[in-house]
């Protein structure tokens, strides 16, 4: 080694010197804009969850002395299609009396009311992501008192 030292330019003795710090600089550099880039695809997706479950609580009424949504088709058919798998939804009351989509889609780990909860789960043997809000009704429905509604959108994760 020593005999190379001796005889390689300043050129190549640098050359040496700097090429792996380089290349570990490059490395750090390339798994941190990795790392950016994934964080903020994420944080997209999240908030297009965010915008499917906020269309369908703003279309929520009790209004007529039921419980009516008017779902927004043309927007989770959007986000199905920007998602590149299956989208599911949920709109379900406290008390089991109503619910509308896929009845079946597990729910989350008890979210606190009017707070957003993001999980993973498996629907038919599928895995799935999941955003759900719970919030209060705005006024009770028939003679019963005031209830809470869970509000969920599923996605597969393909």
């Known amino acids: 080694m020593a005999a190379w030292v001796g005889r390689a330019s300043l050129r190549q003795r640098l050359?040496?010197?700097?090429l792996p710090a380089l290349l570990g600089v490059t490395a750090v550099g390339l798994r941190l804009t990795h790392a950016d880039a994934d964080a903020a695809a994420d944080s997209a997706h999240d908030h297009s969850w965010i915008?499917?479950?906020?269309s369908i609580d703003a279309n929520l009424s009790t209004t007529s002395g039921g419980l009516s949504v008017k779902l927004p088709y043309a927007m989770l058919e959007f986000f199905g299609l920007t998602a590149g798998g299956q989208v599911h939804f949920r709109v379900a009351t406290s008390d089991g009396l109503v619910e509308l989509g896929s009845a079946d889609l597990p729910p989350p780990r008890e979210p606190r009311p009017?707070?957003?909860v993001f999980c993973d789960a498996r629907y038919f043997g599928e895995a799935i992501c999941v955003a759900a809000l719970r919030r209060a009704l705005d006024g009770p429905i028939g003679d019963g008192p005031a209830r809470t509604v869970l509000i969920q959108v599923g996605e597969s994760t393909r």
Do not use: Q, W
């Open 15 to 18: 050359a040496a010197l700097l």
């Open 51 to 54: 915008g499917a479950l906020r």
């Open 114 to 116: 009017e707070a957003l």
